[in-house]
């Protein structure tokens, strides 16, 4: 069974910055592709970074210059540093897994920003 734990999320104002981890129970080198998605209350759950398995990275363009998706394969950990952000990136950030098919998810962890 594999499960996914997030942390690092929290409060933050306008222009600041927060590194979100999430760590995988097992070698990570078996997915497919990590990522992390987001869910803003009233909204459907959206992507915001993928990584795949070689390395390639996939950003959703609302972030893109902003956020940077990396994972560190030794400590089965996969990070988003989030940069210069705004009161819209305010949600709960979810870390997925895809393998054989399957998606596995994290609990999520919340990110506020104010304005």
């Known amino acids: 069974q594999v499960q996914l734990v997030e942390s690092g999320g929290g409060l933050v104002q306008a222009g600041g910055s927060l590194r979100l981890s999430c760590t995988a129970s097992g070698v990570i080198f078996r997915f497919n592709a990590m990522g992390w998605y987001r869910q803003a209350p009233g909204k459907q759950r959206d992507l915001v970074a993928t990584?795949?398995?070689?390395?390639?990275?996939n950003y959703d363009d609302s972030v893109k210059g902003r956020f940077t998706i990396s994972k560190d394969n030794a400590k089965s950990t996969v990070y988003l540093q989030m940069n210069s952000l705004e009161p819209e990136d305010t949600a709960v950030y979810y870390c997925?897994?895809?393998?054989?098919?399957?998606?596995?998810w994290g609990q999520g962890t919340q990110v506020t920003v104010s304005s």
């Open positions: 997925n897994a895809h393998m054989a098919g399957v998606d596995y």
């Open positions: 990584i795949a398995r070689g390395g390639s990275t």
